[in-house]
Structure formats: structure tokens, C-alpha cells
């Protein structure tokens, strides 16, 4: 099964390297939604979701679970 990942590199000005990985897209919104709230002190909200969403990638079918 493909992981959905996201990489907290990615994030613009951030010099975070967590990243979160979860089978569905609300699991892993709502983990990285509070990785940002908690560790970037974000206000959690539509536009922090739209920003996560963005920077959601599929993991490759190749990399093991
Ligand atoms: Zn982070």
C-alpha cells in the first residue's frame, strides 16, 4: 500500500527535517496539522490545511511500509 508522506523540509523558511506518514489523508492532515500548530506555532485553520495539502506527496511503491 502507498503511504501518503510529508516532508517538513519542504516548508518554506522551516529547518524542521520531520516528516509525517500515514495511509489516508485525513490521518495525516490531522498529524501534520498539529506538528505545525505545536512545533512552527501556526494558527491550525483552512489555510494551514490548504498549505499542507500542498506539500502532500505519495509515497514511491517501492519503499516498504
Ligand atoms: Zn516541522
Redesign the pocket.
Known amino acids: 500500500m502507498r503511504r501518503k508522506y510529508l516532508d517538513?523540509r519542504e516548508?518554506p523558511g522551516?529547518n524542521?527535517t520531520?516528516a509525517i506518514s500515514a495511509d489516508t489523508d485525513e490521518e495525516l492532515m490531522e498529524v501534520a496539522a498539529q506538528?505545525?500548530v505545536s512545533?512552527?506555532g501556526y494558527k491550525d485553520g483552512p489555510e494551514l490545511r490548504e498549505e499542507l495539502r500542498k506539500m502532500l506527496k505519495k509515497q514511491e511503491e517501492s519503499i516498504p511500509a
Open positions: 517538513c516548508s522551516s524542521c520531520v506538528h505545525a512545533a512552527h
